[in-house]
């Protein structure tokens, strides 16, 4: 069935540093790809998608690009703050179907 | 606020009681999605509905059942609780079709004593 592999964490990173969290996907089809972000005691919220190959999702400076020969989606910001502490969530889906999850990684930004 | 409501917001009851969880979707959404997060299994699909019909199921329990009203509220049912089914369980929705992205609920938080 389709799965979803995320780097574990937690992820620690002072302010201003690069981040990248590397989420791979196996599915049958095209799935499109998203990456979800749950802050503290909170819901989660859609933060970047990509519906095909090498589109590139973007959205408070993160990006990520799906990457079909490598079926990999992997998320990234040039520079974190510490209101980015957070769990990120990579997810995939098919056609009017169910999101398949990544099992999340804590990021935590110190100042 | 990602227009999914789901009520209550935390519940807590006993071993081999029986709860409801509410969940209204997005206005327009016809589809519905549950979800249980856990610390052991993570994120885990339980069931989809669609205008009514379900849809998709995934790792839902026997003894959890879901509908979707006319209305397209949805409900969750969770019966004869143990220790184990404490947890978050989302609510999303989304409008059909290949790109459309689920919209979360803030989730209800069920601790089973």
């Known amino acids: 069935g389709d799965s979803v592999t995320q780097m574990e964490g937690p992820v620690t990173l002072s302010e201003e540093a690069c981040l990248t969290i590397?989420?791979?996907?196996?599915?049958?089809?095209?799935?499109?790809l998203f990456w979800y972000v749950q802050y503290p005691g909170e819901g989660l919220q859609l933060l970047l998608k990509?519906?095909?190959?090498?589109d590139k999702g973007s959205n408070k400076g993160f990006e990520a690009t799906y990457r079909k020969e490598t079926t990999s989606f992997h998320l990234e910001k040039g520079s974190v703050q510490v209101s980015d502490s957070a769990v990120y969530f990579c997810a995939l889906r098919q056609y009017g179907n169910k999101l398949v999850f990544g099992a999340g990684t804590i990021l935590r930004v110190k100042s | 606020d990602s227009g999914v409501t789901q009520t209550p917001k935390h519940l807590i009851t006993a071993t081999g009681q029986r709860v409801t969880l509410r969940c209204s979707p997005r206005s327009g959404d016809l589809s519905v999605y549950w979800y249980q997060q856990s610390l052991d299994q993570g994120l885990q699909f339980l069931i989809q509905y669609y205008n009514g019909e379900e849809r998709a199921k995934g790792n839902i329990l026997e003894r959890f059942s879901a509908q979707q009203f006319p209305d397209l509220h949805s409900e969750l049912n969770l019966s004869s609780l143990e220790l184990g089914d404490s947890a978050l369980y989302f609510c999303?929705?989304?409008?059909?079709?290949?790109?459309?992205?689920?919209?979360f609920g803030q989730g209800t938080r069920l601790t089973v004593v």
């Open positions: 990509a519906t095909k190959a090498d």
């Open positions: 999303a929705s989304s409008a059909e079709g290949g790109a459309t992205e689920a919209f």
């Open positions: 590397n989420c791979t996907y196996t599915a049958t089809g095209y799935p499109s």
